[in-house]
């Protein structure tokens, strides 16, 4: 099976994190775009009709500050134009202060059935920070409209100030309003983005802290019921992101709008990240990929061992030899026998042990050389 991604690039404002594609002073451009995009897929039907999809994932951006229809109309187009499965799991992200009953009623209307929250953080002063629209008390109005239903929320940590006791309790927020799933992840500063001039004037934590951060996390997730089967996602059982799975399994899927990536029979594409661009291209019935790249099987390889040590699953010996033609063990002997403090080796499978999963891009890299 295989995953659809759709990229929404609008928003109300930056974050001041974000370094995705994104626009919050282009909302107007919200019909037109869509329109792009429903005429992006249509293009694509042909070349993919053998394709089996079982998960459509709708991101930003921010999805939800565009008008509910558009939405509706997405999902009727994925439908529509790909072999879209009856039982598929189709997610929306959306920013707590973005929502009304209306779009949720809409949503699950069209056929959504899980929901990524943003939460972030539950300190009203560390979103501010942040540059996030919304407050506390909007998520929890968010999560009421949401009881009942499959929802995520996501978790950031390593902000400017924050405690172990901040993460903790936004942990608890997240379960006690009904987050079935908890993505938590350390901040990222990128550079050009307003927040990576708090972290050159070391105003954030450092590495050993946000390690910290994430441990006290992973203790009251687990304490909380929810298990880890990635590095940075956590859920309660059978609520894993099969859209996200197929990612880290190294499946296929398709992107459509601005930035978007697509994986295809071992070849990866992106689409442009200017949105003029992105409108000239579709218009004249052209893609909008700018960079395109075939994966050699070397490279393949690579990426199959760099996804998998990092879920808890890690790698399937048998599944490796059968995709590799090799003997993982033998193949990386010298490799395991050097880091075999931080690998376990058991029912066919090896994966990095839980205590050391955080610090996990020390070891891959280990493997890649």
Not at 193 to 210: A, F, S, W
Request: hydrophobic share 40%.
């Amino acid at each position: 099976m295989a995953g659809i991604y759709v990229h929404i690039p609008f928003c109300k404002s930056k974050c001041r994190y974000c370094d995705f594609a994104s626009f919050p002073d282009k909302l107007c451009f919200a019909e037109s775009y869509m329109a792009c995009v429903y005429r992006e897929m249509a293009k694509r039907k042909e070349e993919l009709k053998d394709y089996a999809f079982d998960t459509l994932y709708i991101g930003g951006g921010t999805p939800s500050v565009i008008d509910e229809n558009y939405i509706a109309m997405l999902v009727a187009a994925a439908k529509k134009n790909f072999n879209l499965s009856a039982d598929a799991e189709i997610t929306i992200e959306m920013n707590p202060g973005t929502v009304s009953a209306r779009k949720i009623e809409v949503y699950k209307k069209c056929g959504i059935n899980r929901f990524s929250v943003g939460l972030q953080s539950a300190i009203n002063e560390q979103l501010s920070d942040l540059g996030r629209i919304h407050t506390l008390n909007e998520f929890v109005t968010c999560a009421k409209l949401l009881k009942g239903e499959n929802f995520s929320v996501d978790v950031m940590i390593g902000l400017k100030g924050q405690t172990a006791e901040d993460v903790e309790k936004t942990i608890e927020v997240a379960a006690a309003f009904g987050a079935s799933h908890i993505s938590m992840y350390a901040l990222t500063p990128e550079d050009g983005t307003p927040i990576y001039t708090d972290y050159l004037n070391g105003e954030l934590p450092d590495g050993d802290e946000v390690a910290g951060l994430y441990e006290s996390g992973f203790k009251k997730l687990k304490e909380l019921g929810f298990a880890r089967y990635e590095v940075s996602n956590f859920c309660k059982k059978g609520k894993q992101s099969h859209h996200n799975l197929n990612y880290w399994r190294r499946g296929e899927y398709i992107g459509f709008g601005v930035s978007a990536s697509s994986c295809i029979n071992n070849v990866r594409f992106t689409n442009t990240f200017d949105l003029d661009e992105y409108f000239k291209c579709i218009l004249s019935d052209n893609f909008a990929v700018i960079d395109s790249e075939e994966i050699d099987k070397e490279g393949q390889e690579e990426e199959y061992i760099m996804l998998a040590l990092r879920t808890e699953e890690g790698i399937d010996l048998s599944d490796f030899k059968n995709k590799f033609g090799a003997d993982f063990a033998e193949k990386y002997a010298a490799q395991i026998k050097r880091l075999e403090n931080f690998l376990l080796l058991e029912d066919g499978r090896i994966k990095i042990k839980p205590e050391s999963l955080f610090v996990q891009n020390g070891i891959i890299v280990e493997f890649l050389n």
